[in-house]
């Protein structure tokens, strides 16, 4: 059948399983947004109210369901107001497929009105980017856009077409079923058996999983790892809720803002059981001092990640559940009991750090939260203090049940990636944010109001910037330069005004009554909770510290 170009678009994207799209009309995707209204009973388009709000929906959507969220602009602002969504999504391997419009054909080059180079601009933060200039590439670019997506190691992918493209007509013929990404595969070298012995010989084993754990799918075959060596288990930011609370041998978040006993073990372990992690700086500290006379073994589908920052004993590139599959019949269970007396004593340790304090200390709000939490509500946060609150504190029992900007650390993240979330889950979800970064996002209220989205909005609102502050603190001799926002801003009246559901709370207790009302309510709903600007996140690792000296009192 002969459709134009912008059906074409509409028609492939829910022949690729795409059931909602969020964007922002305009002029070089006008035809785009006609072809939406034709399809409109096949597939929804939440507006939202910023570009850079339609990425973080559709990267928040991909990061709740594994599968790739879409987003749409136009061309100039509308493109490069995606492109922090993107990189965000780049940086923490989300599959996304961004659709922008540009000016015809004959006006590229021109500097016609809102022509940008959105391909050019974003090469650094896709996994591929495409400029269709002809409409029978369309449906053929934008299959390939979902399968390199979705394949190895996931990530995003811009597609830029041309006005003329999208108005012009050719024969349509759409698949029966979804492009399948690549299909992967474990590691196919012959190191496994020398691994294998590497790990059977070492006294003090330590498992530590990242994002890539979630990704491949491989949370049972990690725990069993664990089993088997009689090793600890701890996650990067991106790893939290790859392995259940529950699991007893998991000691939590490692690295600059982890848990305690995370941080030490590894720092003490003879054999790190590295699991589609990057070993970044926030994990490692000074990488030329990290893990001195340790042998690293490092599993990870993407080779550029193997051996990129800290030197591996062993590098096997391969999916991560398959290659475990293969390893795992090869080591010797057995048992550590010298290493599990060690663990034992650093939680006793961390115990000791525990905040006892009463009233609204960042603890007692997470813990208030985590006891009316269920175990199929997740949990989104924006970027700050109160991202590493509630990465340490909140319990996870379930995959892809914690979401959060990790490598770009991206402030105004939390609500558009709550949004898609939620419509992507179709149920509701808890955003935990601070007052920093509600102020870069706010605007997507009006959003969540529009479509009724059920979103728990926790601000925790200390009237400053947070982390930075908390650095300046001990970094520049408590020298706040511009940390302090004054701001009069009443975020339960800006709220109520969009049309949420709003309430400010000043007790534990009060605490408590809103959030059994916040998570009962059908649509978007906020509580406003203030808490004191000098509250910290500890432990603390300084930037270029090492594991083994930890900040753990506010006094040190």
């Not at 987003?71 to 490069?80: E, F, L, M, N, Q």
């Not at 790859?242 to 054999?271: V, W």
């Not at 009069?488 to 534990?508: C, I, M, P, W, Y």
């Not at 600007?533 to 594991?547: H, R, S, W």
């Amino acid at each position: 059948m002969k459709l134009s170009g912008s059906d074409i678009v509409v028609r492939t994207l829910v022949e690729q399983g795409v059931d909602v799209v969020f964007g922002y009309p305009g002029g070089t995707v006008i035809d785009i947004y006609d072809s939406l209204y034709k399809y409109s009973d096949e597939l929804r388009h939440v507006l939202v109210a910023h570009e850079q709000g339609a990425a973080h929906a559709a990267d928040g959507y991909a990061r709740a369901t594994g599968r790739p969220g879409v987003c749409i602009a136009t061309s100039g602002p509308g493109a490069t107001n995606l492109v922090t969504g993107i990189a965000t999504s780049f940086l923490d391997s989300t599959p996304l497929v961004a659709i922008t419009g540009n000016v015809p054909w004959s006006q590229i080059g021109t500097d016609s009105f809102q022509e940008i180079d959105i391909t050019g601009i974003t090469l650094p933060v896709t996994k591929h980017n495409y400029f269709i200039g002809d409409v029978r590439d369309i449906a053929p670019t934008l299959r390939e856009a979902f399968r390199l997506a979705r394949s190895g190691r996931p990530g995003p992918v811009l597609v830029d077409i041309a006005k003329d493209a999208q108005r012009a007509t050719c024969d349509f013929e759409p698949l029966e079923a979804p492009v399948e990404p690549d299909p992967v595969a474990p590691y196919e070298g012959d190191l496994l058996p020398e691994v294998a012995m590497c790990i059977n010989k070492s006294s003090r084993p330590y498992v530590y999983c990242g994002g890539g754990t979630i990704a491949s799918g491989a949370e049972e075959q990690v725990a069993r790892l664990a089993d088997v060596i009689d090793a600890p288990i701890a996650t990067s930011l991106m790893g939290v809720s790859a392995i259940s609370s529950d699991n007893p041998r998991l000691l939590g978040m490692e690295g600059m803002h982890g848990h305690y006993a995370a941080t030490k073990a590894m720092a003490a372990a003879d054999c790190i059981i590295a699991l589609g992690v990057r070993f970044n700086d926030r994990s490692t500290g000074d990488r030329h001092s990290f893990a001195q006379g340790t042998r690293i073994v490092h599993i990870d589908i993407d080779e550029s990640e193997l051996s990129k920052n800290i030197p591996d004993t062993y590098d096997l590139k391969g999916d991560l559940a398959l290659t475990l599959d293969r390893l795992i019949p090869l080591l010797e269970e057995t048992t550590h009991p010298d290493w599990d007396a060690t663990i034992a004593s650093l939680r006793e340790e961390e115990r000791a750090c525990e905040d006892a304090r009463e009233g609204l200390t960042p603890a007692n709000v997470m813990r208030e939260l985590d006891r009316r939490l269920t175990p199929d509500v997740p949990v989104v946060t924006d970027v700050g203090q109160h991202q590493m609150w509630a990465s340490q504190m909140l319990t996870f029992r379930r995959p892809r049940s914690f979401i959060t900007s990790g490598g770009l650390g991206t402030m105004g993240f939390g609500l558009g990636a709550a949004i898609g979330a939620s419509l992507g889950t179709h149920d509701r979800v808890v955003l935990v944010i601070g007052d920093g970064g509600f102020g870069m996002c706010m605007t997507e209220l009006a959003t969540a109001v529009t479509n009724r989205v059920p979103v728990t909005i926790l601000l925790l609102n200390n009237g400053v910037l947070g982390m930075v502050r908390q650095q300046q603190r001990f970094i520049c001799d408590g020298r706040y330069s511009n940390t302090d926002l004054d701001r009069r801003t009443d975020f339960v009246a800006v709220a109520r005004g969009f049309g949420a559901e709003a309430e400010r709370v000043s007790s534990v207790e009060e605490l408590g009554r809103a959030l059994g009302r916040a998570l009962a309510a059908e649509g978007p709903y906020l509580v406003e909770c203030p808490i004191d600007k000098d509250e910290l996140v500890l432990p603390m690792m300084l930037p270029g510290g090492t594991l083994d000296n930890l900040i753990t009192r506010g006094d040190e």
